[in-house]
């Protein structure tokens, strides 16, 4: 037996009362008219990231050049990208802490909140988390309108996990306000997030 069994084994056995599931079959995942102006508006207002819409054959890497025109180092591994680290290669992956921008692709952009799904898709993830600030490409072909529709792709899709058994949802620039009520930015990871998106 694993520690994770008797630890639930002895949760299990010191339970005196149990509780069905509630029913949850009426109620009815949110629905927008146009996911991807909802996606747009939460992006920029709840989830608190900055937006590039890129035009159809636009360069991505002037879109990342002209949004960080201050950035020495980016991280990245897309094809069209001039990165100066790549996570694929890197010899340390505490290298990518250097890293000003980290360039990566969001597979599904959720309306109902403004996350992105970023499934591993290269060697070192930490590229997701390490970087001062992280821009994520993301189609507008690839905006579901909530959680429950995201999953649903998650799960009845083995692309996603392809190369590794790893990904994340990504929501605006990492925050908190637990150290004496002020608000920080980058306490966990990226300081700032940009969505460009795609067609």
Not at 54 to 69: F, H, I, K
């Amino acid at each position: 037996m694993t520690s994770k069994d008797n630890i639930l084994s002895a949760l299990r056995s010191a339970t005196r009362e149990t509780y069905d599931m509630p029913d949850l079959s009426a109620l009815k995942p949110i629905t927008y008219a146009d996911p991807v102006a909802e996606f747009k508006r939460k992006t920029t207002t709840t989830a608190g990231a900055r937006l590039i819409e890129m035009p159809a054959g636009g360069s991505l890497d002037a879109a990342v050049r002209e949004a960080y025109p201050e950035a020495a180092t980016i991280a990245s591994n897309l094809p069209g990208v001039t990165a100066q680290l790549n996570p694929d290669t890197v010899a340390d992956v505490r290298e990518l802490m250097k890293a000003d921008v980290g360039v990566v692709c969001g597979c599904i952009g959720v309306a109902e909140n403004g996350c992105v799904w970023i499934p591993q898709a290269m060697r070192e993830r930490a590229v997701c988390f390490a970087s001062e600030q992280l821009v994520i490409v993301l189609s507008r072909a690839d905006i579901v309108n909530n959680m429950h529709e995201a999953y649903r792709r998650i799960e009845n899709s083995d692309e996603f996990f392809r190369q590794y058994p790893f990904g994340t949802f990504i929501s605006g620039p990492s925050k908190t306000a637990d150290i004496e009520s002020a608000l920080v930015y980058g306490a966990q990871a990226a300081r700032g997030v940009t969505v460009v998106l795609t067609d």
